[in-house]
């Protein structure tokens, strides 16, 4: 039930103040006890351009608002109203107030709580509200107490809640039912699964009516609570099949928290909001959780996570985890199942063995009474000590939580991932963009008129990067900035489709389709949040469609993501620890674990890099973290800048912290200043084995220093395009990648194993590193270059004698990044250069041509660790390479 204590009250002390409140967004306003009556000013303000769209609880109870207060109250609940908990009681509101109000109550979709008490709203507003709750789907809990509410009134409620089973808590004491109402009442509780408590108190029912009710309570297994106090008839005949109700609900939830093998679909889902800096990217995540729109908001660093829920397709994705634990909720979700199965076996074997019956005494046409038929009845009361207890402390049952449950089986859960769009963090995707989730790709509609080219080629890398990291994932296209197109938009957005379908062709099948508008991409005004609501219905509905989204999911696995999210403080465990809580909790073998721990880590619960033993070895628990203390180093310097603060400047670490800017150069110390002391061991090892970092072992001071290639920062006016290859000297080798995509990162990882890899060779010379044009040393003359042109990556050496000990460390290196990082996704095209010309690998390799290949190779190509064994770590990567490879 709703409380008055969920929320943190700001009190307001008279209606000018409350209605100020509004406007400037307080989530939680009080205001009872005055006069509403309001100057000329705001009355002005209230018929012209406000509107009510911020505050989630609105509590007026004890003013005078009347019926003309109400329906200016109706007036100002836009459609964007984020309204969920509504007090209105002694008003004086009566009958059209009333109407007004459960009017707008047939469109609204995010109120669940209305009190209306002591408001005379009498039998026609009755008869409105029951139209309305026959259409809404959100309102969870209406209280009617004291509203001269008869019996034709009562009927109208009671016919609503024959097919709304979203009511679960409803009031309608101390009104004036009566028999007739109360058994009208009686046939809707037969068939309602939704109310779990209602009060009839003080409506002078008489036996007839409660006799009725209690009649009713022999087949409805849902309801648990009955109050019916203060009327002249007897309700005692209900108990037992209250407390039945009560008991064979918390046994069956209990018994599904204890018997952890039972399944029911989890419903979760991720959701990776992507595309380019400053597209819109955190305003389309506010947009989506009803959040109003905030100009001033800052680039998001890294990553920005965020758990929400799904309840309607229009402002009901609500932000934050449920007070219930993953456990019970599957635990409800399995109840509930179970419940409903059992019903519907009982009604069946009911009806069978009612008409064997019929057909046996049908000469007799025996006519049973309905009292006995109740004395005959074959259900068995349970005892409530048969219930199956919980461990002391650890799980909390309410009977909302199965209704809550069956209300929201076909809900959703996300977790939202909002993607920082600088260049610098798409070395972090390998890391962060899975498979069991739904993109949402961002762009500005004002950008691409701007510079179509430029805005095509941003959306063909972003669309290829999905198909190479998760290439079975729905894609949401969104064109943000709608509001500033100006005049003739639709026709701007007809050019700008014309302008996606001839670009993109059929080469995108993953691309989810604006049905409504017919394009291909969902036009969205984040101001106003015009459009929102087509995005979250596509979101919702293509999810919804997902595998993953609908599998069975043991409860065990619930229990043990419990366990190991229980610790606030604890950020990352041992593989080791996490197979111990796992066993704990009935998850025994070594291969449910990993699949369990994949499941998790694709879902974005966790993070668990599997692409080496060192990786595996290590789960960690709160993924927003990681990425916190990863964006410490990896960032764009010239927009999140370091802050030098007296500390750094105290502990002399200035110039580190330029070193890092400049060269890509982090210092230990640094690090041991950017990162909390206890995690910095397992940090530097996790961006080692993930190559976002390697060992600078060049110098005297080398023993201190890390290598970051994604900070190598272009130089200015220097573009992203071709090669002249024709100025490059030396021989050349030539990987391809125009048939896929070379993903941004690929080039750095290899320049980070090509640099830890040569700091590990006797007499290795300092490597030069520029953006995209590195020379390496394999030895004490030995020398590589290597290059990033377009879709390609050049490696060009001068010693003849090396070629085929270079080719094969760089393809050992490639095989390893694209097994380990993109499960084998990355294509390629491989061409060597001969006497001036570019040849096929297969070609030379087939006809052994020099000075790649020779008859007696010394160095073959193909010996390649990362074919033998992808989960190899870095050490033993590099031992492999060095026991395998001759280095002159």
């Not at 920082?420 to 390998?430: K, N, P, S």
């Amino acid at each position: 039930m709703a409380n008055y204590s969920d929320f943190k009250w700001e009190v307001a002390k008279t209606a000018e103040q409350c209605i100020q409140m509004l406007d400037i967004g307080v989530l939680a306003v009080e205001c009872d006890g005055v006069v509403f009556s309001v100057s000329e000013e705001i009355k002005q303000k209230l018929d012209s351009s406000f509107f009510l769209d911020k505050c989630r609880a609105l509590y007026l109870n004890d003013n005078k608002l009347g019926s003309t207060g109400a329906l200016q109250l109706v007036k100002i609940l836009s459609p964007r109203s984020m309204l969920t908990y509504l007090y209105l009681g002694n008003n004086s509101i009566g009958r059209i107030g009333a109407e007004g109000i459960a009017e707008y109550l047939k469109s609204d979709s995010t109120m669940t709580y209305l009190y209306l008490g002591e408001n005379s709203i009498g039998d026609m507003a009755a008869n409105a509200f029951g139209e309305a709750l026959k259409v809404n789907s959100t309102l969870t809990e209406l209280n009617l107490w004291d509203n001269t509410v008869g019996e034709i009134g009562a009927s109208a409620l009671a016919n609503s809640l024959k097919t709304n089973n979203t009511l679960h808590h409803f009031d309608i004491g101390k009104n004036r039912l009566g028999d007739n109402g109360a058994v009208a009442y009686a046939k809707a509780l037969a068939v309602n699964t939704g109310l779990i408590c209602t009060n009839i108190s003080s409506n002078d029912i008489g036996t007839k009516g409660l006799a009725a009710i209690t009649e009713a309570l022999r087949t409805n297994t849902t309801i648990t609570a009955v109050h019916s106090l203060n009327n002249p008839g007897n309700g005692d005949g209900m108990k037992k099949y209250l407390k039945r109700n009560a008991v064979s609900q918390k046994q069956a939830f209990f018994s599904a928290l204890k018997q952890t093998d039972q399944k029911a679909p989890w419903r979760n889902a991720k959701l990776m909001i992507i595309g380019n800096g400053k597209a819109g990217k955190t305003a389309t995540v506010r947009s989506l959780l009803g959040k109003p729109f905030n100009s001033n908001w800052e680039s998001t660093v890294g990553v920005e996570l965020t758990r929400t829920k799904t309840k309607t397709y229009r402002t009901g994705w609500t932000e934050g985890l449920d007070r219930a634990s993953n456990a019970e909720e599957m635990a409800a979700r399995v109840a509930v199942t179970k419940l409903c199965n059992e019903e519907r076996s009982e009604n069946c074997s009911t009806e069978k063995s009612g008409n064997e019956k019929s057909k046996a005494q049908q000469s007799k046409k025996l006519k049973m009474s309905p009292r006995s038929q109740v004395e005959k009845s074959t259900f068995v009361i349970p005892d409530i000590k048969d219930a199956l207890d919980p461990e002391p402390g650890i799980h909390q049952y309410t009977e909302t939580l199965l209704v809550q449950a069956k209300k929201e089986r076909k809900c959703l859960k996300f977790s939202i991932w909002d993607y920082g769009g600088q260049d610098v963090f798409y070395t972090m995707h390998h890391l962060f963009l899975t498979q069991y989730g739904v993109y949402v790709l961002v762009f500005s509609l004002v950008d691409f008129l701007n510079d179509e080219a430029k805005c095509l080629e941003n959306l063909n890398f972003w669309l290829l990067s999905v198909q190479i990291h998760a290439p079975e994932a729905p894609v949401v296209i969104v064109g943000t900035f709608l509001d500033a197109l100006g005049e003739r938009t639709n026709l701007k957005l007809k050019t700008i489709n014309n302008c996606l379908c001839s670009a993109m062709g059929s080469r995108y099948s993953q691309v989810v389709h604006n049905e409504k508008e017919n394009l291909l991409f969902f036009p969205l005004n984040n101001k106003n949040s015009i459009g929102i609501d087509n995005v979250r219905v596509a979101i919702e509905k293509v999810t919804s469609c997902q595998e993953y989204v609908n599998r069975l999911v043991p409860i065990k696995w619930m229990h043990f993501l419990d366990a190991i999210m229980k610790d606030k403080n604890c950020n990352h465990i041992s593989l080791e620890l996490a197979k111990d809580i796992a066993s704990q909790n009935g998850v025994i073998s070594s291969d449910e674990v990993d699949e369990m721990l994949h499941m998790f880590h694709e879902l974005g619960l966790i993070v668990h890099l599997r692409s080496t033993e060192a990786l595996r070895k290590v789960v960690t628990i709160n993924p927003q973290w990681l990425i916190d203390e990863i964006t410490k180093v990896i960032r764009d310097h010239s927009i999140h800048k370091f802050d030098f603060d007296s500390e750094i400047v105290e502990r002399e670490l200035d110039t580190d912290v330029n070193n890092l800017i400049t060269h890509g150069l982090a210092t230990k110390d640094l690090l041991d200043y950017l990162w909390p002391k206890n995690h910095v061991d397992y940090l530097l090892d996790l961006m080692r084995e993930t190559l976002l970092i390697s060992d600078w072992s060049f110098g005297k001071e080398s023993k201190n220093l890390y290598l970051v290639p994604s900070l190598k920062n272009r130089p200015q006016g220097q573009t992203h395009g071709d090669c002249d290859r024709g100025s490059l000297k030396g021989n050349k080798c030539i990987i391809d990648f125009s048939v896929s995509l070379l993903p941004v990162g690929i080039f750095q990882r290899l320049v980070a194993l090509l640099v830890a890899y040569s700091g590990r060779l006797d007499g290795a010379q300092e490597p030069t590193l520029g953006y995209r044009d590195c020379r390496i040393w394999l030895g004490r003359e030995s020398c590589l270059r290597l290059l990033e042109c377009k879709e390609k990556i050049i490696m060009v050496v001068e010693d003849e004698k090396i070629l085929p000990n270079a080719l094969s460390v760089l393809l050992s290196m490639l095989r390893k990044l694209n097994e380990g990082t993109l499960k084998a996704r990355l294509k390629w095209k491989l061409f060597l250069e001969v006497d001036g010309k570019c040849l096929p690998y297969e070609e030379a390799k087939a006809n052994v041509l020099k000075p790649w290949f020779e008859r007696e190779e010394k160095y073959d190509p193909e010996v390649d660790l990362s074919r033998k064994n992808p989960k190899v770590d870095l050490n033993g990567f590099f031992e492999f390479l060095k026991a395998n490879r001759a280095i002159p």
